[in-house]
């Protein structure tokens, strides 16, 4: 009897260590850092992405390799020491290309009508740009080069379970980050599902209130980094993009006083100028209550860049780019956050 009792003894203890190790197994692996999501984000812009990884992020290896679909552009990278992962997503190329164009002129400034977006737990009346809605249906045709699986399909059977995966993008990759976050959150058949993060930088607002308060029900601990000299992040905001026009010093980069504007250029400036856009805008309904464009304040990492700006006489668009962007370039952030700038 005694020995009956001993080995129920002994049988009971392996099971409760047994489950205790289960446990310890299937425990989420911690997301990568806001930090260590900048880099991967200066590396994705890079000529041969693969390549590049090899060389400024040795510690990462790409286990998803697509072809970009119409300018869209995305890897799934591993932390080689840990089940951490990121599904990276490239922002716009600054060329002259079939896929500059698509970037911008089909996504970045396609904003005037909107998608319904029904990837929602609860929450009605969702709605994303137009242009987020093309990048993000992009995004989902692609394919691996060695598996040929999506990134939904790959997620599923190739990411472990107890593996973490921060999904992540800069300027338009932001943009498109927090739909793709949005659809993987809700459409993902694994546990996997429960260990996602998103981490976004200099990203345009995708969608409205509706949209914005569902990821935040998703992603309660979500990060979207921007700095007040960003004219990015506010678009398309028309009020704060003339308030950041005014503070990065844009309204004096146009140079609005030099124009022979039969003497209407002494009264204006850029920023009334924005002010006068988006007032357009109300009047023809483009933008109203149900599909104004917000941000999640909730998310908001506030980046303080301490560096000034001197306005170049020139009215040529190149002066007007270049003194803009230095404020949002993927290197700027890195900076910020202490990653600093690649070669």
């Not at 446990?23 to 930090?35: G, H, I, Y």
């Not at 400034?109 to 093309?134: L, R, V």
């Not at 039969?262 to 924005?274: F, Q, R």
């Amino acid at each position: 009897m005694r020995r009956t009792y001993f080995i129920a003894f002994v049988f009971v203890i392996g099971f409760l260590f047994s489950c205790t190790n289960d446990k310890k197994e299937n425990k989420p692996t911690s997301f990568l850092t806001a930090k260590e999501a900048v880099r991967l984000n200066q590396v994705i812009y890079k000529e041969h992405p693969a390549e590049a990884f090899l060389k400024y992020s040795p510690e990462y290896e790409v286990v998803f390799s697509p072809q970009a679909v119409e300018g869209n552009y995305a890897v799934i990278v591993k932390n080689k020491s840990a089940e951490q992962y990121a599904l990276v997503v490239r922002g716009s190329l600054i060329e002259f290309s079939n896929e500059g164009f698509q970037n911008f002129v089909m996504q970045d400034f396609n904003i005037f009508t909107i998608k319904p977006w029904k990837y929602t737990d609860s929450i009605q009346e969702a709605y994303i740009s137009n242009g987020a809605w093309i990048g993000f249906q992009n995004l989902l045709q692609l394919k691996d080069n060695s598996t040929g699986l999506g990134l939904k399909e790959f997620i599923e059977q190739k990411i472990p379970v107890a593996a973490s995966l921060v999904i992540t993008g800069h300027s338009l990759g932001g943009n498109l980050a927090y739909p793709l976050a949005g659809y993987l959150k809700d459409e993902l058949n694994s546990n996997l599902k429960k260990n996602l993060q998103l981490i976004t930088f200099g990203a345009p607002a995708a969608g409205n209130a509706a949209f914005v308060k569902d990821l935040e029900e998703k992603f309660p601990d979500a990060e979207r980094y921007v700095t007040e000299k960003d004219i990015a992040p506010v678009f398309p905001d028309i009020d704060k993009m003339e308030e950041v026009a005014r503070l990065t010093g844009l309204d004096r980069v146009l140079q609005i006083s030099q124009l022979n504007l039969g003497g209407l250029e002494k009264e204006i400036d850029a920023g009334k100028i924005l002010k006068i856009a988006g007032e357009i805008l109300k009047k023809t309904n483009v933008i109203n209550e149900t599909n104004q464009y917000v941000q999640s304040k909730k998310h908001l990492r506030m980046l303080k860049d301490t560096r000034g700006i001197s306005p170049d006489s020139s009215l040529s668009v190149e002066a007007i780019f270049n003194n803009a962007y230095q404020f949002h370039k993927i290197d700027m952030y890195a900076e910020l956050l202490g990653a600093g700038k690649l070669d």
